[in-house]
């Protein structure tokens, strides 16, 4: 029995390993080309505008058959193996057919000119290129703010994009999007700050005269308790910390109401929720208060 599940342990290794690489084929196979910078560049020691040329308005253009020959022996009259290691077999078939990578939705706009940025290297915008093993994308939009931030560049969307503006709101806006953007900020904030840059302001226009849909029936007595103790940062959005003094210091929370809050025993009351987050005490209590009940009490550990 233990030599059966050894063989079916390893047969389903084998055939992870196998969609693993029929997966990464198909990735490869979108260009109909198999291409490392890293290779390139650390082990061939190649430069960036050995393979990129730049046209009259200073910008580059990808690499050419022109371009590989000057280092590369290629014969495209009689293909041979040898031209694999560039091309995917699914390209070969397509008669070595190169396509262009689509691009991600947020360059799909994008306005863009490499003479503008010639006195930069290319390895500060293209970070991962001398370790990429494949098509590296480009640089991220939170690269170009931190630069243009930095160097004093244009911050405005229309700047470097054709139809993405602070204006125009987004596909993911649509339908729901009031109900659903409390999690899409709670899972990126940075995303927000591309158009909402003031965020508590935007926030507070909405939050202040129309509540969260979390604040329901049962938010007071049961659900903000919790919630502030997990983040209170996102509380502070709405609320200053007088806020919850003014409404706990003349009503106690529900549960100081239980039977045993103020005993002695850890796990009955107040003591095992000091433990559990003493800050929570301090809302409304001085640590000084402990003193009063404590100073002439042992307490014993079990």
Same mark, same amino acid.
């Given at each position: 029995?233990?030599?059966?599940?050894?063989?079916?342990?390893?047969?389903?290794?084998?055939?992870?390993?196998v969609?693993?690489?029929?997966f990464?084929?198909?990735?490869?196979?979108?260009?109909?080309?198999?291409?490392?910078?890293?290779?390139?560049?650390?082990?061939q020691?190649? @430069?960036?505008?050995?393979?990129?040329?730049?046209?009259?308005?200073?910008? !580059?253009?990808?690499?050419?058959?022109?371009?590989?020959?000057?280092?590369?022996?290629?014969?495209?009259?009689?293909?041979?193996?040898?031209?694999?290691?560039?091309h995917?077999?699914?390209?070969?078939?397509?008669?070595?057919?190169?396509?262009?990578?689509?691009?991600?939705?947020? !360059?799909?706009?994008?306005?863009?000119?490499h003479?503008?940025?010639?006195?930069?290297?290319?390895?500060?915008? =293209?970070?991962?290129?001398?370790?990429?093993?494949?098509?590296e +994308?480009?640089?991220?939009?939170? %690269?170009?703010?931190?630069?243009?931030?930095?160097?004093?560049?244009?911050?405005?969307?229309?700047?470097?994009?054709?139809?993405i503006?602070?204006?125009?709101?987004?596909?993911?806006?649509? %339908?729901?999007?009031?109900?659903?953007?409390?999690?899409? !900020?709670?899972?990126?904030?940075? @995303?927000? %700050?591309y158009?909402?840059?003031?965020?508590?302001?935007?926030?507070?226009?909405?939050?202040?005269? +129309?509540k969260?849909?979390? =604040?329901?029936?049962?938010?007071?007595?049961?659900?903000?308790?919790?919630?502030?103790?997990?983040?209170?940062?996102?509380?502070?959005?709405?609320?200053?910390?007088?806020?919850?003094?003014?409404?706990?210091?003349?009503?106690k929370?529900?549960?100081?109401?239980?039977?045993?809050?103020?005993? !002695?025993?850890?796990?009955?009351?107040?003591?095992?929720?000091?433990?559990?987050?003493?800050?929570?005490? @301090?809302?409304?209590?001085?640590?000084?208060?402990?003193? +009063?009940?404590? +100073?002439?009490?042992?307490?014993?550990?079990?």
């Open positions: 029995m233990f030599m059966r599940k050894t063989r079916l342990f390893w047969l389903g290794l084998a055939v992870l390993a969609a693993g690489l029929g990464s084929a198909c990735k490869k196979g979108e260009t109909g080309l198999k291409f490392s910078h890293r290779f390139h560049i650390e082990e020691e190649a @430069n960036c505008d050995d393979c990129h040329k730049a046209d009259d308005e200073g910008n !580059y253009s990808a690499p050419t058959m022109d371009n590989c020959k000057e280092c590369h022996e290629i014969d495209e009259d009689n293909p041979s193996e040898e031209c694999l290691v560039c995917t077999i699914k390209g070969a078939e397509n008669d070595y057919e190169v396509e262009e990578p689509a691009k991600p939705k947020g !360059y799909a706009d994008l306005i863009f000119s003479e503008v940025h010639a006195d930069f290297k290319c390895e500060q915008c =293209h970070r991962a290129i001398a370790t990429d093993r494949g098509l +994308q480009g640089p991220t939009m939170k %690269q170009c703010l931190a630069c243009h931030k930095k160097e004093d560049g244009p911050q405005e969307c229309s700047a470097c994009h054709e139809e503006s602070a204006e125009k709101a987004p596909e993911s806006h649509e %339908q729901n999007w009031e109900s659903r953007h409390g999690v899409a !900020y709670k899972l990126n904030k940075r @995303n927000c %700050q158009c909402h840059p003031n965020r508590q302001a935007f926030c507070e226009k909405c939050h202040r005269t +129309q969260p849909r979390d =604040h329901n029936f049962g938010w007071k007595t049961t659900g903000h308790g919790m919630e502030a103790t997990h983040d209170r940062r996102l509380c502070a959005t709405c609320h200053d910390a007088g806020y919850c003094v003014d409404c706990h210091r003349s009503q929370p529900v549960s100081h109401r239980t039977a045993g809050w103020m005993s !002695y025993r850890r796990e009955n009351g107040h003591a095992e929720a000091a433990h559990r987050n003493f800050r929570s005490c @301090n809302v409304c209590h001085e640590t000084g208060e402990c003193l +009063q009940c404590h +100073q002439n009490i042992i307490l014993r550990k079990k």
